[in-house]
């Protein structure tokens, strides 16, 4: 908890498995939101596996609040997330609620089998307060992983300005948007980026989306706002079509 004093653990070749919570990360919780003195936060994990573990959101882990730009280190490498849930919320394996956070990274992470009920069954990330907050996830899995929205990432802007989202040289397979009827809305099977500010970048590059779909009409990612650019990409039997 990032109370008064700042809080930047790293932690490496950990194992978390077969854990629980009610509330937000279901084997590590990183917060500091809610405090009158609030320090600042920026954990980093390398080489760890989050696995069967489960909470109401972020499955794996839940990090929330401020990071501080001047000390900035890659949040996640060569971390993997399997068969993580969150049955009642968002964020299969990782939930995100970034305030003023500088960049978020993920570099040759895998997600397989990760499950939600609503939103990001990979990876949920929202932006609120912050200007210029980047997203950036390299050479990652994300495979057969399940929720209503973002199966396999779910990104969002709530009175923030994100600078830069880049995915690059990701393979997005199997995933699927699953709803509890037809009248639900569905989208976004392998990703979603939704920037209503309508501002920063999106950059989708070098990907293969592989038979990515779901229960009713959906496509492999849904991107809204900003500016867009989507190349040397490989889309292949996904379902319905590819946006």
């Known amino acids: 908890l990032g109370d008064e004093n700042d809080a930047f653990p790293i932690v490496r070749n950990c194992i978390f498995r077969n854990n629980q919570a009610l509330g937000g990360g279901g084997a590590v919780s990183i917060n500091n939101l809610g405090f009158q003195n609030p320090g600042m936060i920026g954990p980093q994990f390398i080489d760890c596996i989050f696995e069967n573990n489960e909470a109401n959101f972020g499955g794996g882990i839940g990090i929330y609040g401020n990071s501080d730009p001047a000390i900035h280190q890659k949040e996640f490498v060569r971390c993997k997330f399997y068969n993580n849930r969150t ?11 970034g305030d003023n956070f500088d960049k978020l990274e993920f570099e040759q992470c895998e997600f397989i089998g990760n499950t939600t009920k609503r939103l ?9 307060n912050n200007a210029g907050g980047e997203v950036e996830v390299k050479n990652c899995i994300f495979e057969n992983n399940t929720a209503q929205l973002g199966a396999g990432i779910y990104i969002k802007d709530e009175g923030s300005k994100f600078k830069n989202i880049l995915i690059d040289s990701c393979v997005f397979e199997q995933n699927k948007c699953v709803a509890d009827g037809p009248s639900v809305p569905v989208y976004g099977s392998a990703l979603i980026a939704e ?27 849904t991107l809204i706002g900003g500016s867009v650019k989507f190349s040397g990409n490989i889309l292949e039997d996904d379902l319905i079509g590819s946006e």
């Open 120 to 128: 990001g069954g990979g990876i949920f990330i929202i932006g609120i």
């Open 195 to 221: 920037l209503l500010e309508n501002e920063g970048n999106i950059n989708i590059a070098n990907s293969r989306f592989l038979k990515n779909g779901g229960y009713f009409a959906v496509g492999a990612y």
């Open 87 to 97: 049955p009642n919320e968002s964020g299969g394996a990782v939930y995100f609620y």
